[in-house]
């Protein structure tokens, strides 16, 4: 059983709609990564968070430590936003970065 | 653009051959990490680099080996090929070890014939 479980695996909508992916993840993760892996494979860090809330631009992770649970929204969404969305958990003390299974995003114009 | 730079960007390979796979991370990072994808998966963790020491290693098999060099640049060696090697590989940088943000490269795409 993955550590990282992600929600929905794939996801369509159309464009300007409000869109959430969510992550829940096992005890003795402490910090939670998002990421975003476009087609061709290369992958871009979104946010690293440990608690509370980030944003950047029209995205945003939160994170529930008691709960275990982060989730990525993305307002406004946009077709260049099409991609697949990773969570991936990492252990202070344990290097080990255990990826989620991807949210695949399509935005249609 | 993150910094990160792996070569070769695409390569073909038949079973039992070797790979030798290259990572330039970011400048002043002194922590790397490689990752195996095969198609249609999430990312899988093989080892970690840190100062030059092996600092964490995923569930590998010994034939796949790794290297971290004085300027932190590192290289990621699979012996003995076999058809299941055949992925994407990604390595990322880190200013230190721990959960800090990551820069990924591009990626080296085998093919294992």
């Known amino acids: 059983k993955n550590e990282v479980e992600q929600s929905p695996q794939n996801l369509t909508a159309q464009e300007g709609e409000f869109i959430t992916i969510n992550c829940s993840y096992s005890?003795?993760?402490?910090?939670l990564h998002w990421l975003q892996q476009h087609p061709g494979g290369g992958i871009v860090s979104l946010f690293m968070?440990?608690?509370g809330k980030k944003k950047h631009g029209r995205l945003i992770a939160t994170i529930n430590i008691q709960e275990k649970h982060s989730s990525l929204h993305i307002t406004a969404s946009h077709p260049r936003d099409s991609a697949v969305y990773i969570c991936?958990?990492?252990?202070?003390?344990?290097?080990?970065?255990?990826f989620g299974t991807g949210t695949r995003l399509t935005i249609i114009p | 653009e993150t910094g990160v730079t792996q070569s070769p960007t695409h390569l073909i390979k038949t079973r039992g051959q070797q790979v030798t796979l290259r990572c330039s991370s970011q400048?002043?990072?002194?922590?790397v990490s490689w990752y195996q994808q095969a198609l249609g998966q999430g990312p899988q963790f093989i080892f970690q680099?840190?100062?030059?020491?092996?600092?964490g290693r995923g569930n590998f098999p010994p034939r796949f080996s790794g290297l971290q060099f004085p300027n932190y640049s590192s290289e990621l060696n699979v012996n003995a090929l076999e058809l299941d090697d055949s992925a994407l590989y990604l390595c990322?940088?880190?200013?230190?070890?721990?959960?800090?943000?990551?820069?990924f490269g591009e990626g080296s795409r085998l093919t294992v014939l």
């Open positions: 968070l440990s608690s």
């Open positions: 991936a958990g990492a252990n202070f003390g344990n290097e080990k970065l255990t």
């Open positions: 680099y840190y100062r030059e020491e092996e600092n």
């Open positions: 990322a940088s880190s200013l230190s070890r721990g959960a800090g943000e990551l820069f």
């Open positions: 005890v003795g993760i402490s910090a």
């Open positions: 400048s002043g990072h002194n922590t």
